[in-house]
Each structure stands twice: as C-alpha cells, then as structure tokens.
Nanobody, 123 residues
C-alpha cells in the first residue's frame, strides 16, 4: 500500500502549485483522504480533507479561500490546488488516507501516509 505525493517545488509568493497524490496497492475510493503539512520546527498540521465520494470538503483556516482539494476515484488520486501562496505555506506536504468515509482533520484517524513533497514559497 503506497501513497505517492508529487507536485511540490519552489514558487514565488502569489504563485500556484497543484499537488497530486496517487494511491497504489489498494483502492482508497471508500475512504476520506486529506493533506497535512509540516514546516521546519513545527508540528504537523491539517490542511484539507475530502469525503470518500468527494462531495464534502473541509479546510484549515489558513487554507480556506486559497486551496482546493479534489479527488478522482477512478484514478485513485487526490489533488491539492494551492493558489495565492505565501511564505508561511512553506512546508513538507503529506497526503493521507483515513479509516473513515467522512472527512476529518484528526491525524490519528489517518492510517496511510505518503512520503511528502516539499513546497517552498520564497522570492
């Protein structure tokens, strides 16, 4: 079972990135999925989550209005579109699959994690 995150990189403030997370080894279409991030010296924090069918989403306050989470169950892939990026968005971003159908911000309810992709927002 593997979650492979990609799409990170350097970007200037105000720019955009789209992260992808592809699942393999089993289908994750029956479970909610989410994105978390961890900045240097800080604890991992919730960014966004999406229900198993994609009909419901939730966001951290820092992500609302700028980030959009989506999923394509046919491809076992989720996405995080990040717009209007700020230097404080710099972090390693992790995708994860939960043990639930409905979205949750609680990291302890996520049982599969990807390896992370670095996002660096700097001028």
């Amino acid at each position: 079972v593997q979650l492979q995150a990609s799409g990170g990189g350097p970007v200037q403030p105000g720019g955009s990135l789209r992260l992808s997370c592809a699942a393999s080894g089993r289908s994750f279409s029956s479970y909610s999925m989410g994105w978390f991030r961890q900045a240097p010296g800080k604890e991992r924090e919730f960014v966004a989550a999406i229900t198993w069918r994609g009909g419901g989403t939730s966001y951290a306050d820092a992500a609302k209005g700028r980030f959009t989470i989506a999923r394509d169950n046919a491809k076992d892939t989720i996405y995080l579109q990040m717009n209007s990026l700020k230097p404080e968005d710099t972090a390693v971003y992790y995708c994860a699959s939960s043990s639930m159908m409905y979205s949750t911000s609680r990291s302890e309810l996520y049982n599969y994690w990807g390896q992370g992709t670095q996002v660096t927002v700097s001028s």
